[in-house]
Protein backbone atom coordinates (compact mmCIF):
# COMPACT_ATOMS: atom_id res chain seq x y z
CA UNK A 1 0.00 0.00 0.00
CA UNK A 2 1.60 3.30 -0.67
CA UNK A 3 1.66 6.33 0.90
CA UNK A 4 -1.52 8.12 -0.69
CA UNK A 5 -3.43 4.88 -0.24
CA UNK A 6 -3.44 4.86 3.69
CA UNK A 7 -6.73 5.59 5.40
CA UNK A 8 -5.89 9.04 7.70
CA UNK A 9 -4.46 8.27 10.95
CA UNK A 10 -6.55 7.14 13.83
CA UNK A 11 -7.64 11.04 15.60
CA UNK A 12 -8.47 9.36 19.30
CA UNK A 13 -11.96 8.90 20.56
CA UNK A 14 -13.58 12.84 21.47
CA UNK A 15 -15.59 13.51 23.93
CA UNK A 16 -18.70 13.72 22.31
CA UNK A 17 -18.56 10.12 21.29
CA UNK A 18 -17.42 9.34 24.86
CA UNK A 19 -20.39 10.95 26.13
CA UNK A 20 -22.73 9.04 23.96
CA UNK A 21 -21.55 6.28 25.03
CA UNK A 22 -21.89 6.65 28.80
CA UNK A 23 -25.21 8.47 28.20
CA UNK A 24 -26.42 5.59 26.01
CA UNK A 25 -26.67 3.39 29.54
CA UNK A 26 -29.33 5.81 30.69
CA UNK A 27 -30.94 5.98 27.00
CA UNK A 28 -30.69 2.46 26.09
CA UNK A 29 -33.65 3.23 23.49
CA UNK A 30 -34.01 4.03 19.41
CA UNK A 31 -35.73 7.14 19.25
CA UNK A 32 -32.85 8.85 21.67
CA UNK A 33 -30.00 6.61 19.61
CA UNK A 34 -31.17 7.88 15.79
CA UNK A 35 -31.45 11.33 17.31
CA UNK A 36 -28.02 11.18 17.96
CA UNK A 37 -26.74 8.70 15.33
CA UNK A 38 -24.70 11.19 13.75
CA UNK A 39 -22.35 11.57 16.56
CA UNK A 40 -22.20 8.42 16.82
CA UNK A 41 -20.99 7.78 13.00
CA UNK A 42 -18.08 10.83 13.08
CA UNK A 43 -17.37 10.40 16.48
CA UNK A 44 -16.99 6.61 17.24
CA UNK A 45 -17.79 4.53 14.28
CA UNK A 46 -15.52 6.32 12.03
CA UNK A 47 -12.37 6.60 14.63
CA UNK A 48 -12.60 3.08 15.37
CA UNK A 49 -12.43 2.46 12.02
CA UNK A 50 -9.30 4.24 11.51
CA UNK A 51 -8.05 2.53 14.71
CA UNK A 52 -8.70 -0.73 13.07
CA UNK A 53 -6.76 0.06 9.91
CA UNK A 54 -3.87 1.58 12.30
CA UNK A 55 -3.80 -0.99 14.55
CA UNK A 56 -3.56 -3.69 11.87
CA UNK A 57 -1.17 -2.01 9.74
CA UNK A 58 1.58 -1.49 12.94
CA UNK A 59 0.93 -5.17 13.84
CA UNK A 60 2.36 -5.84 10.42
CA UNK A 61 5.15 -3.78 10.88
CA UNK A 62 5.83 -5.40 14.31
CA UNK A 63 5.44 -9.03 12.60
CA UNK A 64 2.63 -9.84 15.29
CA UNK A 65 0.35 -12.32 13.18
CA UNK A 66 -2.61 -10.78 14.16
CA UNK A 67 -3.55 -8.46 11.24
CA UNK A 68 -6.88 -9.36 10.47
CA UNK A 69 -8.84 -6.95 12.00
CA UNK A 70 -13.01 -6.40 12.46
CA UNK A 71 -14.68 -4.06 14.36
CA UNK A 72 -17.57 -4.75 16.14
CA UNK A 73 -21.33 -3.53 15.28
CA UNK A 74 -23.23 -1.19 18.65
CA UNK A 75 -26.13 -2.68 17.66
CA UNK A 76 -27.06 -6.17 19.87
CA UNK A 77 -28.53 -9.12 18.69
CA UNK A 78 -31.44 -9.59 20.75
CA UNK A 79 -33.52 -12.44 19.22
CA UNK A 80 -32.54 -14.68 21.86
CA UNK A 81 -31.78 -12.86 24.48
CA UNK A 82 -34.34 -11.75 27.50
CA UNK A 83 -32.32 -8.25 27.42
CA UNK A 84 -34.60 -6.42 24.64
CA UNK A 85 -31.61 -2.78 24.80
CA UNK A 86 -30.86 -2.70 21.43
CA UNK A 87 -27.57 -1.03 21.77
CA UNK A 88 -24.23 -1.99 23.25
CA UNK A 89 -22.35 0.41 25.64
CA UNK A 90 -19.21 0.08 24.24
CA UNK A 91 -17.84 0.14 20.67
CA UNK A 92 -14.81 -2.84 20.17
CA UNK A 93 -12.85 -4.51 17.44
CA UNK A 94 -10.52 -7.54 17.40
CA UNK A 95 -7.39 -8.92 15.62
CA UNK A 96 -7.13 -12.31 14.64
CA UNK A 97 -4.94 -14.22 12.43
CA UNK A 98 -5.67 -14.18 8.76
CA UNK A 99 -7.40 -17.18 7.28
CA UNK A 100 -6.58 -19.17 10.60
CA UNK A 101 -9.58 -20.66 12.76
CA UNK A 102 -6.90 -20.32 15.30
CA UNK A 103 -9.36 -18.56 18.39
CA UNK A 104 -6.45 -16.07 19.82
CA UNK A 105 -7.23 -12.69 19.48
CA UNK A 106 -6.55 -9.23 20.25
CA UNK A 107 -9.54 -7.21 21.46
CA UNK A 108 -10.08 -3.76 22.30
CA UNK A 109 -12.80 -1.94 24.60
CA UNK A 110 -14.07 1.45 24.44
CA UNK A 111 -16.23 2.76 27.37
CA UNK A 112 -15.78 5.56 29.34
CA UNK A 113 -14.13 4.40 32.85
CA UNK A 114 -14.12 1.08 32.01
CA UNK A 115 -11.92 0.57 28.43
CA UNK A 116 -9.45 -2.10 28.30
CA UNK A 117 -7.34 -4.39 25.76
CA UNK A 118 -6.83 -7.53 26.12
CA UNK A 119 -5.48 -10.81 24.52
CA UNK A 120 -5.63 -14.36 24.65
CA UNK A 121 -8.80 -17.22 24.30
CA UNK A 122 -12.18 -16.35 24.96
CA UNK A 123 -14.00 -19.61 25.42
CA UNK A 124 -12.71 -21.59 23.23
CA UNK A 125 -13.83 -24.92 22.76
CA UNK A 126 -12.96 -27.55 25.06
CA UNK A 127 -11.21 -29.44 21.83
CA UNK A 128 -8.97 -26.53 21.85
CA UNK A 129 -8.52 -26.44 25.50
CA UNK A 130 -7.57 -29.92 26.42
CA UNK A 131 -4.26 -29.78 25.10
CA UNK A 132 -3.36 -26.06 26.83
CA UNK A 133 -4.76 -27.77 30.37
CA UNK A 134 -2.17 -30.29 29.70
CA UNK A 135 0.68 -28.02 29.61
CA UNK A 136 -0.59 -26.31 32.29
CA UNK A 137 0.18 -29.36 34.46
CA UNK A 138 2.99 -30.57 32.30
CA UNK A 139 4.42 -27.47 32.19
CA UNK A 140 3.76 -25.47 35.41
CA UNK A 141 7.02 -23.61 35.87
CA UNK A 142 6.83 -22.74 32.20
CA UNK A 143 3.29 -21.09 33.51
CA UNK A 144 4.75 -19.29 36.38
CA UNK A 145 7.58 -17.66 33.86
CA UNK A 146 4.79 -16.42 31.80
CA UNK A 147 2.33 -15.53 34.34
CA UNK A 148 5.51 -13.09 35.58
CA UNK A 149 6.32 -11.69 32.40
CA UNK A 150 2.93 -10.57 32.00
CA UNK A 151 3.22 -9.17 35.01
CA UNK A 152 6.21 -7.44 34.84
CA UNK A 153 4.80 -6.00 31.63
CA UNK A 154 1.57 -4.45 33.41
CA UNK A 155 -0.76 -7.42 32.07
CA UNK A 156 -3.03 -9.12 34.53
CA UNK A 157 -3.62 -12.75 33.72
CA UNK A 158 -7.25 -14.05 34.19
CA UNK A 159 -10.28 -16.27 33.55
CA UNK A 160 -12.15 -13.48 31.85
CA UNK A 161 -15.17 -14.87 33.39
CA UNK A 162 -16.37 -17.74 35.45
CA UNK A 163 -14.55 -20.75 36.06
CA UNK A 164 -15.55 -24.17 35.84
CA UNK A 165 -16.55 -25.27 39.70
CA UNK A 166 -15.14 -28.77 39.31
CA UNK A 167 -12.40 -30.11 37.33
CA UNK A 168 -12.97 -30.40 33.66
CA UNK A 169 -12.95 -34.19 32.24
CA UNK A 170 -9.75 -36.00 32.04
CA UNK A 171 -8.20 -34.12 34.82
CA UNK A 172 -10.02 -34.99 37.83
CA UNK A 173 -6.46 -36.46 38.95
CA UNK A 174 -4.78 -33.06 39.36
CA UNK A 175 -7.19 -31.09 41.59
CA UNK A 176 -4.07 -30.94 44.09
CA UNK A 177 -2.35 -29.75 41.30
CA UNK A 178 -1.12 -26.07 42.04
CA UNK A 179 -2.32 -25.41 38.58
CA UNK A 180 -5.95 -26.20 39.51
CA UNK A 181 -7.36 -23.08 39.18
CA UNK A 182 -5.79 -22.27 35.87
CA UNK A 183 -7.15 -25.80 34.73
CA UNK A 184 -10.32 -24.38 35.48
CA UNK A 185 -10.02 -21.55 33.61
CA UNK A 186 -12.55 -21.72 30.37
CA UNK A 187 -10.78 -18.52 29.20
CA UNK A 188 -6.94 -17.42 29.46
CA UNK A 189 -6.79 -13.58 28.98
CA UNK A 190 -4.20 -11.07 29.69
CA UNK A 191 -5.50 -7.60 30.07
CA UNK A 192 -4.21 -3.56 30.37
CA UNK A 193 -7.06 -1.10 31.35
CA UNK A 194 -7.11 2.47 29.60
CA UNK A 195 -8.29 5.51 31.24
CA UNK A 196 -10.23 7.40 29.47
CA UNK A 197 -7.61 9.85 28.71
CA UNK A 198 -6.03 7.08 26.70
CA UNK A 199 -8.58 6.44 24.22
CA UNK A 200 -9.06 10.12 23.67
CA UNK A 201 -5.21 10.02 21.93
CA UNK A 202 -4.03 9.55 18.77
CA UNK A 203 -1.58 6.93 20.31
CA UNK A 204 -4.23 4.28 21.76
CA UNK A 205 -3.19 2.52 18.35
CA UNK A 206 0.59 2.69 19.92
CA UNK A 207 -0.90 1.33 23.03
CA UNK A 208 -3.03 -1.48 21.43
CA UNK A 209 0.30 -2.42 19.44
CA UNK A 210 2.81 -2.56 22.44
CA UNK A 211 0.24 -4.46 24.86
CA UNK A 212 -0.11 -7.14 22.30
CA UNK A 213 4.04 -7.29 22.36
CA UNK A 214 3.83 -7.57 25.86
CA UNK A 215 1.23 -10.48 25.56
CA UNK A 216 3.86 -12.64 23.43
CA UNK A 217 4.63 -15.20 26.48
CA UNK A 218 0.84 -15.84 26.88
CA UNK A 219 0.61 -16.39 22.30
CA UNK A 220 3.96 -18.44 22.83
CA UNK A 221 2.37 -20.64 25.83
CA UNK A 222 -0.95 -21.36 23.71
CA UNK A 223 0.77 -21.73 20.39
CA UNK A 224 3.37 -24.43 21.97
CA UNK A 225 0.25 -26.42 23.28
CA UNK A 226 -1.04 -26.76 19.84
CA UNK A 227 2.20 -27.50 18.35
Request: aromatic share 8%.
Given at each position: ?58 L???G ?5 G ?27 R ?28 VA ?94 L ?5
Amino acid sequence: MSAVDLPPPFPGFSQAGLDVLRDLADNNDRDWFNARKSVYLDHLKGPLDLLVADVARRLAERGIPYTAGRPFRIYRDVRFSKDKRPYQTHVSAQFTRPDSDDPALIYVHVAPGASFVAMGVYRPSVAYLRPVRRRIVDRWNDVVAMRDALGDAGLTLGPAGDPLTGMPQGFAAERDHEGAELVRWQSLVAQRALDDADIREPQLSDRVVQAAAHAKPLFDFLDAAHA
